[in-house]
């Protein structure tokens, strides 16, 4: 009797691994700017819109570092099977 094939979704969870890294990367690089807009506003309507405008300007020119940082930590976590569900052995 032929052993039953297991399901592995180890491409689907290495994309889904490589997005939550690239919006963390994202995210560490605008909340600088963020905060400083922040804390220099006063409350109001116009807080939503300030704050886009910041992370675009902050975001501007580095999405390629966190594109590459992503892809970099992805690598090496799966290479050091550390990330649950990309545990397989190696080949």
Known sequence: MAAR????????????YFFACFFLYC???AAPALLEGARSMPPGPVDLEAASRAAQEA????LPLALVAALVTVGALAWARALPGMRGPRR
């Open 5 to 16: 094939a297991r399901f592995e979704p180890r491409s689907t969870l290495g994309l889904l």
């Open 27 to 29: 995210l560490l690089l």
């Open 59 to 62: 975001l501007r020119g580095r």
